[in-house]
């Protein structure tokens, strides 16, 4: 079964830090990773999304890399400002076959707080 | 090009009554999804579309049933409501072999 960790649960950094979310994922046989950010009670909004044959992939101030080997994916936020506040949650599918077949399985995600 | 869009915004619903939630997934998108997001708790797959055909379930009892139409639209049932069930419930669309997998704004059930 699938089981995805995300590290930090939280993170409260002073605007203008650059920071980086952790993303773990224990079977490797993935076919891509999405990140994704959470505004409070709203839906999701994909920000990078990661083919199991990439290494990285970058969107403005957003960088996130994935090293399949290990079941680890990173999420780097440069200069990072009050607005980019939300949580941020990594989600991985599977290739196919198996219970996991076609859905995404969900990291519990980092509450990132930007303070002015 | 519009988004995935789902309806109602807001549901309240009492114990014991049926719930009844809509998608529209993306133009040309054929895959659904649906997603609970319960207070507290992470997002729980519950169901999985595709060209009109359930593809995969997750771990959610059998009052939770859904169906595909045609258009690839979709609806989400859940029967004889409980005070758990109040949650946010999420819909997400994906075209074939993309990637990419796009998220409604969800609604909010609540049940009193």
């Known amino acids: ?116 | 090009e519009a988004g995935v869009t789902q309806s109602p915004t807001h549901l309240i619903k009492t114990r014991g009554q049926q719930a009844t939630l809509r998608c529209s997934p993306i133009s040309g998108h054929t895959s659904v999804y649906w997603y609970q997001q319960a207070l507290g708790l992470g997002l729980q797959f519950l169901l999985w579309y595709d060209e009109g055909e359930e593809r995969n379930r997750g771990n959610f009892p059998p009052r939770f049933s859904g169906r595909q139409f045609p258009n690839y639209s979709s609806e989400l049932n859940v029967n004889a409501l409980e005070l758990e069930d109040s949650a946010l419930y999420l819909c997400a669309s994906r075209a074939r072999g993309a990637g990419t997998t796009f998220f409604g704004q969800g609604t909010r059930l609540t049940v009193v």
């Open chain 1, 1 to 116: 079964k699938q089981e995805v960790t995300q590290i930090p649960a939280a993170l409260s950094v002073p605007e203008g830090e650059n920071l980086v979310l952790n993303c773990s994922f224990t079977d490797s046989a993935i076919y891509n990773l999405q990140w994704f950010r959470q505004d409070p009670g709203k839906g999701l909004t994909s920000l990078l999304l990661i083919q199991s044959s990439q290494r990285e992939q970058t969107s403005g101030r957003l960088n996130a890399s994935l090293d399949k080997s290990s079941g680890r994916s990173t999420l780097y936020i440069a200069a990072s400002q009050p607005g980019d506040s939300a949580t941020y949650l990594c989600a991985v599918r599977l290739e196919a076959g198996g219970t996991s077949y076609g859905k995404l399985t969900f990291g519990q995600g980092t509450i990132l707080t930007v303070h002015p």
